[in-house]
């Protein structure tokens, strides 16, 4: 928060200032102007002026409520008004665009998938513009006041300059998506790591909601983290997934696409174990993994009845992560480690091997008390792209737009 009286830029003053008061109407409305100013820490003057603003732009609405405690007339007080507007959620996958239009509470309006061949002759840019103007075309009948549109994606990316430096499955090379769709529809265009944009989802209305201080590891097709410390994503303009699926964790393992041996992600990453589960099941004749397609579901439920090909591949998997995240504990010093993965249905097996290499590596006062717990989101739809508009919101670069028009 930016008091009144502190030097500062005022245009900057004003963006933080409205973004908090929104970020609490948000949290607690119906809310008082009285309460909204206790919990702003702002003189009532400006609460009043921020929420006329917020009121005539019909971003916040007025609602009567009764107060806690009391029993006389009920209070008027202050909450979102989302509905008519709409934003553009977007998650590229391999092979696959899924484009949702969502309202400001990030309620889905409809969403729809799209087919997105790695192997096309049309540049990669061309075909996701194409796509969303057809998306805009089919719905065009259920838009209301769009805002902006928010794109999650795997690779390397640079949020802030809206750049795609490099992505798997497709063939890119410092890709302006951001710039050429802001060109083309005059909308604010947030671009995130997809990994990323789901740990922000879980700590702005997931399972790290209320914690300020998170590490959240995906064990997937690729392996990576999200780091929140002080309430925000760590590196949040430039390139801010954390790569541990490239630390090195056996140095004669095998040769990773990055050029190393025996990377995390050689280990833990889904293909991997399926790849040692198809090896080691021509020792173990007994695994029920024998008589059904091999597949995480698959190994998971083995692991969970006992099968002990399948519990060890798992524990192994649990060793390696909990290896490094040990590091990272000693690092970040979290309150919370989240995990996200298709393995989490054999959590009763997993979680344990990781959280016994932190508690064994890790500082006794940093690992003590920390708990290692499931997302409460996927990796799949639009739901992480909602988090860049909401977080948008929250910081007021996004608010300070739509209240001028």
Sequence with gaps: MIADNQPGHIDQIKQ?????VYRLIDRFGPISRIELSK??????????????EMLEAHLVKETEFQEPGSRGRPAVGLVLDTEAWHFLAVRIGNGEITIALRDLSSKMVVEQQFALPPADPEPLLQRIIQLIDQFFVTHQSRLERLTAIAITLPGRVNGQAGIVHRMPFYQVDDMPLGPEL??????????????????????????????????QVVIDHNVGAGVITGGRLLHGGGATLVEIGHTQVDPWGKLC??????????????????EL??????????????????SIENLCDAALSGDQLACDIITGVGGSIGRILAIMVNLFHPQKVLIGSPLNRAHPILFPAINACIQQQSLPDY??????EPTEFLNQGTMPGA????DALYNGSLLIKLLQG
């Design 16 to 20: 933080t200032n409205a973004g908090a």
């Design 39 to 52: 919990k702003a820490q702002l003189a009532p003057a400006s609460i009043t002026k921020i929420v006329r």
């Design 182 to 215: 802001e060109l083309r529809t005059g909308l604010p265009v947030y671009i995130q790591h997809d990994i990323c944009a789901w740990t922000m989802a879980e700590s702005l209305f997931g399972a790290s909601r209320d914690a300020s201080d998170v590490l």
């Design 257 to 274: 696409y990055c050029g190393n041996h025996g990377c995390l992600e050689t280990v833990a990453s889904t293909e991997s174990m399926l």
């Design 277 to 294: 589960a198809a090896q080691r099941m021509q020792a173990s004749m007994s695994s029920s993994l024998h008589n059904q397609p091999l």
């Design 367 to 372: 690992g003590a008390t920390l708990s290692v």
């Design 387 to 390: 988090a860049l508009v909401k």
